[in-house]
C-alpha cells in the first residue's frame, strides 16, 4: 500500500461546479503540501498545513491528523484549474516529501 | 511567495554526452535542495538531497556517479547528468527550502525537460 493515496485518478467537472479532491496518508507527518502541475511540468505549491484549513481564492484545504486524511476544495470550478494536484506530505522526521500518484481534472466548459 | 527557477527550461543532446542543469532560489537561502525526477503520467520521485556545503545524499537506485549533485552557494545547486543516454530523458524538477522561513515549506522550479537522442 502507497504512503500517501489520492482519489479520484481522474476528474472531469463542468464548469462553475465544486470540486473535491482527497489524500490519505499512513506515515507520522510535519506537514501536507498540496501541488499544482500544469500541461507544461512546471509545479506550483498551493498548500502546506499541518493542521485545521487555509483558504486562498477559490481553494480550501483542510486536514484531519487524527483520521490523517486531507481534503483540497475548488470552489467555482474553471477550465484554467485544469491539471494534476497532487498531494505529498513531508515526514515527521527528516526532510523528505512522499507524493501521491496525483489527480489529474479537466474542467469542462 | 519564493520563487525558484532551473536552467535551462528544455535540452535536447546526444547520447554520451553531459548536461547540467542548474536550480537557482531567487529571493531566499536555501540550504537544502532536492532533486526529482518524473517520467511521463508518474508522480515525482525523489533523486537526492543537495546540502549548501555537503555531499549530496541520494536516494536507492540513483547512482552518484551518473548524476553529479554540487550544491556550492546557498542560492544555487546543480545536477549533472554525465554521459546521458535516451533512458535519461525525463523531467526534472528541484525544490528548495527556505532557511528563514518555515521549515517544512518547500518551493519548487519549473522543471527542465531533459531529450537525450
Known amino acids: 500500500k502507497n504512503e500517501v493515496e489520492q482519489s479520484p485518478q481522474n476528474l472531469t467537472a463542468q464548469e462553475g461546479e465544486f470540486i473535491t479532491i482527497n489524500c490519505s496518508y499512513s506515515v507520522g507527518i510535519s506537514a501536507l503540501h498540496w501541488l499544482q502541475q500544469h500541461p507544461g511540468g512546471g509545479i506550483v505549491s498551493l498548500f502546506m498545513l499541518s493542521s485545521g484549513k487555509k483558504k486562498h481564492g477559490r481553494l480550501i484545504a483542510t486536514i484531519n491528523i487524527q483520521e490523517k486524511h486531507s481534503s483540497l476544495h475548488i470552489t467555482a470550478s474553471h477550465p484554467r484549474d485544469s491539471a494534476v494536484y497532487i498531494c505529498?506530505?513531508?515526514?515527521?522526521?527528516?526532510?523528505?516529501?512522499?507524493f501521491g500518484a496525483g489527480t489529474i481534472l479537466r474542467v469542462k466548459s | 511567495g519564493a520563487v525558484v527557477s532551473q536552467h535551462p527550461s528544455r535540452v535536447i543532446c546526444k547520447s554520451g554526452t553531459s548536461v547540467k542543469i542548474e536550480c537557482r532560489s531567487l529571493?531566499?537561502?536555501?540550504?537544502?535542495m532536492f532533486w526529482y525526477r518524473q517520467f511521463p503520467k508518474q508522480s515525482l520521485m525523489l533523486m537526492a538531497t543537495s546540502n549548501e556545503g555537503s555531499k549530496a545524499t541520494y536516494e536507492q537506485g540513483v547512482e552518484k556517479d551518473k548524476f553529479l549533485i554540487n550544491h556550492a552557494s546557498l542560492t544555487l545547486s546543480t545536477l549533472t547528468v554525465t554521459s546521458a543516454h535516451p533512458e535519461d530523458s525525463s523531467f526534472y524538477i528541484c525544490s528548495a527550502r527556505d532557511l528563514g522561513a518555515n521549515h517544512n515549506e518547500q518551493f519548487f522550479g519549473p522543471g527542465t525537460r531533459l531529450t537525450v537522442l
Open positions: 505529498a506530505v513531508g515526514r515527521e522526521y527528516g526532510n523528505k516529501l512522499v
Open positions: 529571493d531566499f537561502q536555501a540550504t537544502t
